[in-house]
């Protein structure tokens, strides 16, 4: 709702850890986008500044590589003719990637099977005439097992999410 707003704030994901048999520390984590992650170059304001503009992917396992005529989420791009959304998705052998859910303005309009990883989606795009935002969500149904740790109350699952893209309306 906040996003349909206007708001622009950023999602980032956390463990709420109470037990240690029901949620297992350090999931999700958030993956931010920086424009140099190599040392000695990454500064703390640069991951201040990636974090403040929304390029965050917050997951649990799934990695998304998400952009839109080269903007990613966080980002600015302009309305397009045919907009043709980019999604690599991939994951370590141990983590199920089975779909993804292309998410506009607020509204699953497309779910895609991932039968195999790597994988490299071109998804064209319906997007209304107002500015509007992209969400790419990512979930696996086989569960993460020991390498999440040991859970008695529910199985953890793979899932990842990519903050909003925003496309701004068409110049009129």
């Known amino acids: ?18 037990e240690l048999s029901r949620h297992p520390l350090g999931y999700p984590r958030n993956c ?7 040392h000695p170059g990454l500064t703390p304001g640069m991951v201040t500044d990636g974090l ?22 966080g980002q600015i791009a ?12 991939d994951a370590a052998s141990w983590v199920a990637v089975d779909r993804v859910h292309i998410v506009v303005n607020g509204h699953t309009q497309m779910t895609l099977n991932t039968p195999s990883l790597p994988a490299r989606l071109k998804v064209p795009l319906e997007l209304p005439d107002a500015v509007s935002y992209i969400m790419v969500l990512a979930e696996g149904d086989a569960p993460l097992g020991d390498v999440a740790g040991r859970l ?4 953890q699952r793979s ?14």
């Open 78 to 89: 302009q309305r397009s003719e045919a907009p043709m959304l980019e999604v690599g998705v």
């Open 32 to 38: 931010i986008r920086v424009d140099n992650d190599q």
């Open 152 to 155: 008695v109350a529910a199985p």
């Open 1 to 18: 709702a906040l996003l349909d707003l206007g708001f622009h704030p950023v999602a980032t994901g956390n463990t709420d850890t109470h």
């Open 159 to 172: 899932f990842a999410f990519t903050n909003p893209l925003w496309v701004a309306a068409p110049a009129r």
């Open 52 to 73: 403040a503009s929304g390029q965050v992917l917050v997951t649990s396992g799934p990695w998304l590589e998400v952009s839109l005529d080269g903007h990613g989420p």
